[in-house]
């Protein structure tokens, strides 16, 4: 694999079921992101985390938990999905050394979900 | 509160024209803003990026003016191709602090031959 891989590709869940979606990258990134995409609200960021071991509360993160136990995989489950949730989401990885632009992010092809 | 508006959420151009995409801030702390390109069913993907102590970036086809003053920056593509048809985002982050991206909510372009 070469780059960020993200599973399943997409979903349909019954509200209040439990779901973890996956993310994978080779990059040797540090950083890692978890957004959602809506129409009309463009992307938005629902967590994040800068190294292994620590993570971060982005802009909606309410109904989302990640983890990040090693540097190539972050998955975001959501507890008991809920309609509001029904989104696209990406993943996105950067690289966070003074010599890098950090703002240079790589995305995931997207998991497309609904929640019936 | 939307931090980076792009307030056309659409626009069609013909092949061999200039593309002109727009997007405004009202943060002033934004010091780096970026433009990334989205295929249906793809990531969005990098494009160009300019620093605050620029206005202007070039990298073939593609070029990003940066106004401080006017908290506005736009994307110019030059000449357009079917190829540019795309979502483009505009995002900002402050570098100080470590601050996060924050992105536009996107202009659909469509460049017709």
């Known amino acids: 694999i070469a780059g960020i891989t993200q599973a399943p590709t997409s979903q349909i869940l019954a509200a209040g079921r439990r779901m973890t979606l996956r993310c994978t990258q080779d990059?040797?990134?540090?950083?890692m992101y978890w957004y959602r995409q809506d129409l009309g609200l463009g992307l938005r960021l629902i967590h994040y985390?800068?190294?292994?071991?620590?993570?971060g509360k982005g802009e909606v993160p309410d109904g989302y938990s990640v983890s990040r136990a090693n540097t190539d995989d972050f998955p975001l489950t959501l507890a008991s999905a809920v309609p509001s949730q029904t989104s696209v989401y990406f993943c996105?990885?950067?690289?966070?050394?003074?010599?890098?632009?950090?703002?240079?992010?790589?995305f995931g092809p997207g998991t497309r979900l609904l929640v019936l | 509160d939307q931090q980076v508006k792009q307030n056309s959420p659409s626009l069609s151009v013909q092949e061999g024209r200039i593309s002109i995409l727009n997007c405004d801030y009202t943060?002033?702390?934004?010091?780096?803003f970026l433009w990334y390109k989205k295929y249906p069913a793809e990531g969005p993907t990098f494009l160009i990026s300019?620093?605050?102590?620029?206005d202007k970036n070039e990298d073939g086809r593609f070029t990003v003016f940066l106004n401080k003053s006017a908290k506005h920056l736009s994307l110019h593509i030059v000449p357009s191709q079917p190829g540019d048809s795309a979502v483009y985002f505009c995002a900002a982050s402050a570098r100080a602090g470590f601050q996060k991206l924050v992105f536009g909510t996107g202009t659909r372009l469509l460049v017709s031959p």
């Open positions: 985390s800068n190294t292994a071991g620590t993570t």
């Open positions: 300019i620093s605050s102590i620029k």
């Open positions: 996105a990885s950067s690289d966070l050394e003074p010599s890098s632009p950090r703002e240079t992010q790589y």
């Open positions: 990059m040797r990134h540090n950083a």
């Open positions: 943060n002033s702390m934004f010091d780096y």
